[in-house]
């Protein structure tokens, strides 16, 4: 009976998909829950302090072993200090380009709290345990031992490809919704360097894709694989993530396995929501349950009022 009923509605959740293939060309309104919120400007564009800060905190403990807290602390805003950050065991080369990537992250903190103000540091966790629970939700298995971000390069970078993307896909689907020019171009500036250090990773990881992950056993693509997997399955609102190697008719014009740069059939980045956003970086598949690199939520006005939907 109770899989009759998740059966049901299985059948449910695939309709709209159906409905989408066989419309071709226009797809009809996306499902209430992937839609576009409505906000002004200044709380579309500080939701992106969310992930800037996840990514400065991360990029600067891996390079360096210090944090925010040292290196620029009132761009924190008084927010609680992150949890769990370490000095990762990198090779000269990725030790240089992570340094030069966590710089990045606090120019980006500071433009956008010139801009549109700034918000507190969310509380974040990012322990070598809240990426072995994404990692062992991604492989859905339990990892042993548990996968550690900082024990080495290719596991930093691993790492690495969780979180630059989805900062990524969400300057893509804010800029159309942003109304003030100086904030698209801020936006577009911001998706810019996104964007690249997002291909330098997956660059990196590419170059090693078909080398096993020790002691798992699994190769680097198919770790990427996994992880894009699981962030459209906890994002909710279709496929919009691919690994570093696909078949042939998800790569560019369909003519190539490698995907390095991960985009749609005209080759265009795929953008999320706020809310798909948040499913992910939460971990819970639910923007109004936080948990895994943002346990107590979001912060922001748009994290919140997610969070105020809580029962
Ligand atoms: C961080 O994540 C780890 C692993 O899931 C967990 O044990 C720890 O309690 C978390 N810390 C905070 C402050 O959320
Ligand atoms: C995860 O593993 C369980 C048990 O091995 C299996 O039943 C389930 O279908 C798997 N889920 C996914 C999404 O692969
Ligand atoms: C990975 O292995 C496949 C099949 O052996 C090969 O075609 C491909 O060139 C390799 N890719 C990389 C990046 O080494
Ligand atoms: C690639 O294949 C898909 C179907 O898998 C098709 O819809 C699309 O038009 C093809 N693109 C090109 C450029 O041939
Ligand atoms: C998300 O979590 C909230 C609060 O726990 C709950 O009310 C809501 O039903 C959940 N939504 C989904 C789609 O599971």
Known sequence: MANRTCF??????LLPLEFIAVMGVTPPLPLPECR???AVDRDLVQFAFNLEFLEAEFFLFGALGIGLDDLAPSLALGGPPPVGGRKANLDPIIRRIIEEFAYQEIGHLRAITESVGGV???QLNISAGA???FFNRAMNTTLSPP???YANSLNYLLASYVIPYVGLVGYVGTIPNLVGRTNRELAASLRGVESGQDAVIRTLLYLRANETVMPYGVTVAGFTD????IRN???RCGMKDEGLIVPKQFGAENRTTSNILSADADSLSYSRTQAEILRIVYGTGNESRPGGFLPNGGSGRTAMRFLATRN
């Open 8 to 13: 049901s509605a299985f059948l449910l959740l």
């Open 36 to 38: 576009p919120i409505v």
């Open 120 to 122: 507190p540091r969310p």
């Open 131 to 133: 990426f072995a629970a």
């Open 147 to 149: 996968f550690n971000p």
């Open 226 to 229: 996994r992880i894009s997997e």
């Open 233 to 235: 399955r906890l994002g």
